[in-house]
C-alpha cells in the first residue's frame, strides 16, 4: 500500500532510560522533547506536511466546511460572553457569520440599543498578528470593561481597558495575564481597581513558566502594571504556596463584606482564606477558612455565614457556617444529598439561593431555596445542562440558559414577581429542522467490574442497526469534569452522514460527582479506558456497529483515555484521533504545566503514584510489531498546558512500532495552541481534518481517497 511510504521518514531515536523506584523506564524519542533541536523541528514538519497532503485530499472533506458556514449563516449571528452589570447594562462578544472574530458589544438594558465598543482587529495592527477576545469583565456601574486578548492560541493575553464615558481605550496595556483560565478578575467597589492573576513568566520554554504567579491589584492609571500583591509565594510565606499552585482571589459582589483567596490549581478542591474587603489595602493577613480536604465545590458569601457544596463523607450536601467564627467540623446541612442527583453550583438571591443538580451529568434540574424551604422550579423545558447568572444578593430575578445535544442554548429570565421564566435571547433562537428526526438515547452499561457507566447516544430514527454503522465515541474522564449535552454540529453532521455517536462519560469525569472523579483519578485511572472500552464493546454486541467501524476520539486529557484504549486493545477501534493529547504522562512532570497536573495524575516522586503514571502512560505502553488503528494526533506549537513534543514522540514511537497498514498521521498547528482562541476559519479547518480522517477510515463511500492522492 502506498501509504507505506511514511516509513521511510521515521524519527531519530536517541533512547534514554531511568529509574524509579526500582524500575526502568527507556525512553526511545527523547531527543523529540528538544524543540529548538532542528532534526526535530524539521521532522515535524515533514510529518505535518505529509498528514495534511492526504487529509486536504479526501474527498468530501469540505462537507464539514461548508455545513458549517452554512449554518452560520442560519443564525445570522452568535452571541458570547454576556455579561449583565448591577444597573442593567448588558456587555456581549459579537459575531456575525462572515466575520473572522468576535467584537465586544453593549446595549443599556435587553432593548437598547447595540452599540459596537472595541474591534480586536484595531489592536496593534502594525503587529500583523491575529487577536482574539477571550475574556470581558465590565466594573459594576458599566463605566468600564476590561478586554483580555489573545494570538495564534497562546491564551496568555494582554488586557486593555475601555473607558464607555470617555469613549475610548484607555492607554493602560496590562500584560502577562491569562484571565479565561484563572477565575478572571474581580472588580472593587470603587469601579476603578481590579485583581487579576499576574504571570511573571510567559515563555512557554522557559522552566520558570506558570510558576509564582500573583494575585495582585491593580488600580486604572497607575504607572506600575503591578501596584499591590494581595496573594503569592513571595508575600504569603505562611500560607505555604508552592511554585505550581496558583493564588486566586474573588470578590463576589460591589457589597461582599468579605474577599476570598485560594490555592488553585489542577484540583477540584482548594484551601481557602479570607479577610474582611476592608482589609485587602492594608496588608493585613489572610485567616483560613476551609481546607481542600473539606471538599467545598462551590460556595457563596451571604449575613456573615458562607453557604457551600460539600463532597466530604459521600455526602454531596449544602451546609452553611458563620464567617465570623466558621466552623466546618461542626456545619449545619441545609439541603441533604438529593437521590440520584449532584448538587453542582450555587448561586446568590436577595432573598435567598439557588442550587442546580444534574443527574449522570445529562439531566439538569434547579432548584429555589427560601425561607428554610426548597422548590423545585420548572424549567422552561427539559435541559441536559443549565448554566446561571444572577446579580447577587441585589435581585431575586435571575438568568439561566439552557442546553441539549441538538438544540441551540435558550436563554431566560426568570422573573421572581410572576414566578415564571420569560425568554431573553440576546441572539434568536436558530432551529435546525435537519436534525428532527436525530434521536438521544441516555443509557447505562456495564463496565469491567460491574459498575454502570452512562453512555449518550445520538443517531437518526430511521438508523438500522445492521453492524455497519460508523461510529464515533467521544471520551474524556479527567479532572471531575462533566461532559454536559450542548449542541455540536460536528456530532450532527456526522449522523447526517448515516453515523451514530457515543460520548462515553467514563470515569475520571463529575458525571456522578466527586467518586466518579476518583474512580479514573491516579491509580484507579485504568478505569477510565476500560470504560471506553465496556463502551465500544456495548455498541458492538447490541449490533449498532462492528469493530471496523468505530473511531474513538479525545483531547488534552482524554489523550490517556484515547491513547490506552487503543494500547490495550489495538484490536478493537479502526481508528483513532487525539488532539493535544497527554499521552506520555510519565514525563508530564517536566512540561510547563506538569507539576500542576501532577495533583491530577500523580508525581514521579511518590512510589505508587509513580507506577500509576507509569500504567497511563500511553507512549510507554506501545508495542513493537503490534497492529495499531489509524491514528490522528495533533497538536498546536503555541500549546501553554501540552507540550508539542509529547503527541510528536507518541507519533514517532507509534509509526515506527506499527505493524499494521492503518496510517499514523501527525498534525502540528503551527498557528494554534491546545485547541482555542483561534479564528474560527481555522477551527473549522482541524476539524474537518478530524471528521473526514475518521469517516475515510472507518470506509464510508464518500471519503476514500483515490490511488493518486496517495503517491
Not at 531515536?13 to 526511545?28: A, C
Not at 489592536?123 to 477571550?134: G, T
Not at 486604572?220 to 503591578?226: H, L
Not at 485511572?525 to 476520539?553: H, V
Request: aromatic share 12%; charged share 25%; net charge neutral.
Amino acid at each position: 500500500m502506498v501509504l507505506k511510504a511514511q516509513k521511510t521518514n521515521l524519527a531519530i531515536s536517541n533512547s534514554i532510560t531511568d529509574e524509579y523506584f526500582g524500575i526502568k523506564v527507556t525512553d526511545e524519542y527523547r531527543n523529540l522533547e528538544d524543540l529548538n533541536s532542528l532534526s526535530t523541528s524539521v521532522w515535524m514538519k515533514e510529518q505535518t506536511k505529509y498528514s495534511l497532503s492526504l487529509l486536504r485530499n479526501i474527498p468530501n472533506r469540505q462537507f464539514y466546511i461548508d455545513k458549517r458556514i452554512e449554518f452560520d449563516k442560519k443564525q445570522s449571528f452568535s452571541i458570547t460572553q454576556l455579561n449583565i452589570t448591577d444597573n442593567d447594562i448588558y456587555f456581549y462578544l459579537k459575531r456575525l457569520p462572515q466575520e473572522k472574530t468576535s467584537k465586544v458589544f453593549y446595549r443599556k438594558n435587553f432593548n437598547g440599543i447595540e452599540t459596537e465598543i472595541f474591534n480586536p482587529e484595531s489592536f496593534k495592527p502594525e503587529n500583523n498578528k491575529k487577536y482574539q477576545i477571550n475574556y470581558i469583565k465590565p466594573n459594576y456601574d458599566g463605566s468600564k470593561i476590561v478586554i483580555a486578548l489573545t494570538e495564534s492560541g497562546k491564551e496568555i493575553s494582554e488586557m486593555v481597558i475601555y473607558d464607555l464615558v470617555q469613549g475610548k481605550l484607555l492607554p493602560d496595556i496590562l500584560t502577562n495575564c491569562w484571565p479565561s483560565d484563572s477565575g478572571g478578575i474581580s472588580w472593587l467597589s470603587d469601579n476603578n481597581s481590579f485583581i487579576y492573576r499576574y504571570y511573571p513568566i510567559i515563555d512557554p520554554k522557559s522552566p520558570l513558566f506558570l510558576k509564582d504567579t500573583e494575585s495582585v491589584l491593580y488600580k486604572i492609571g497607575q504607572v506600575s502594571e503591578k501596584s499591590n500583591i494581595l496573594l503569592s509565594r513571595q508575600n504569603n510565606p505562611d500560607l505555604k504556596i508552592n511554585p505550581e499552585d496558583f493564588p486566586r482571589i474573588s470578590l463576589s459582589s460591589k457589597k461582599s463584606k468579605y474577599i476570598f483567596g485560594q490555592i488553585s490549581g489542577a484540583t477540584s478542591f482548594k484551601d481557602t482564606y479570607y479577610m474582611r474587603a476592608t482589609d485587602s489595602q492594608s496588608n493585613k493577613k489572610w485567616k483560613f477558612l476551609f481546607s481542600k480536604d473539606d471538599k467545598v465545590s462551590d460556595f457563596i458569601e451571604k449575613d456573615d455565614n458562607v453557604i457551600y457544596i460539600s463532597e466530604k463523607n459521600g455526602m454531596n450536601a449544602i451546609y452553611t457556617t458563620s464567617l465570623q467564627k466558621p466552623d466546618f467540623q461542626n456545619a449545619k446541612i441545609i439541603v441533604p444529598s438529593i437521590s440520584d442527583e449532584v448538587i453542582t453550583s450555587i448561586n446568590n438571591l436577595k432573598d435567598g439561593f439557588l442550587f442546580s443538580t444534574s443527574k449522570n451529568g445529562v439531566e439538569a434540574k434547579i432548584y429555589l431555596y427560601k425561607n428554610n424551604a426548597i422548590t423545585l422550579l420548572k424549567l422552561p423545558f427539559p435541559a441536559g445542562n443549565i448554566s446561571i447568572t444572577t446579580k447577587d444578593n441585589l435581585s431575586n430575578d435571575f438568568w439561566i440558559v439552557c442546553s441539549g445535544w441538538k438544540n441551540d442554548s435558550e436563554r431566560f429570565r426568570y422573573v421572581s414577581l410572576q414566578n415564571k421564566f420569560i425568554p431573553e435571547n440576546v441572539a434568536p433562537v436558530t432551529e435546525y429542522p435537519e436534525f428532527k428526526g436525530v434521536l438521544i438515547e441516555e443509557t447505562t452499561i456495564k463496565s469491567h467490574d460491574g459498575l454502570d457507566i452512562p453512555i449518550s447516544l445520538l443517531y437518526n430514527k430511521d438508523i438500522k442497526k445492521d453492524s455497519n454503522n460508523p461510529l464515533l465515541i467521544y471520551a474524556y474522564g479527567a479532572y471531575g469534569t462533566n461532559i454536559s449535552p450542548s449542541l455540536s454540529k460536528t456530532y450532527l453532521f456526522w449522523i447526517q452522514k448515516g453515523g451514530i455517536v457515543a460520548v462515553a462519560h467514563v470515569r475520571g469525569g463529575g458525571e456522578k460527582g466527586e467518586s466518579w472523579h476518583e474512580g479514573g483519578f491516579k491509580a484507579t485511572k485504568p478505569n477510565s479506558w476500560k470504560d471506553l472500552i465496556s463502551c465500544a464493546e456495548y455498541m458492538i454486541n447490541g449490533k449498532y456497529t462492528s469493530k471496523n467501524k468505530i473511531a474513538i476520539w479525545g483531547a488534552s486529557a482524554g489523550g490517556i483515555t484515547i491513547g490506552r484504549a487503543i494500547t490495550e486493545r489495538p484490536d478493537l477501534f479502526k481508528a483513532a484521533i487525539i488532539d493535544a493529547g497527554v499521552v506520555n504522562a510519565t514525563r508530564m512532570e517536566f512540561t510547563p504545566n506538569g507539576l500542576n497536573s501532577a495533583k491530577e495524575f500523580g508525581s514521579l516522586k511518590i512510589e505508587s503514584e509513580f507506577k500509576a503514571l507509569l500504567e497511563m502512560d500511553a507512549y510507554q505502553h506501545i508495542k513493537k510489531g503490534e497492529k495499531y488503528p489509524a491514528t490522528l494526533i495533533t497538536s498546536g506549537i503555541n500549546d501553554p498546558r501540552v507540550s508539542p513534543w509529547m503527541p510528536t514522540k507518541f507519533a514517532a514511537k507509534l509509526l515506527a512500532y506499527n505493524k499494521s497498514e492503518n496510517p499514523i498521521f501527525l498534525k502540528i498547528d503551527y498557528e494554534g495552541g491546545h485547541g482555542g482562541d483561534i479564528p474560527v476559519a481555522q477551527k473549522y479547518d482541524n476539524v474537518a481534518d478530524t471528521f473526514a480522517f475518521a469517516l475515510w477510515q472507518l470506509g464510508h463511500p464518500d471519503y476514500q481517497l483515490k490511488d493518486e492522492a496517495k503517491k
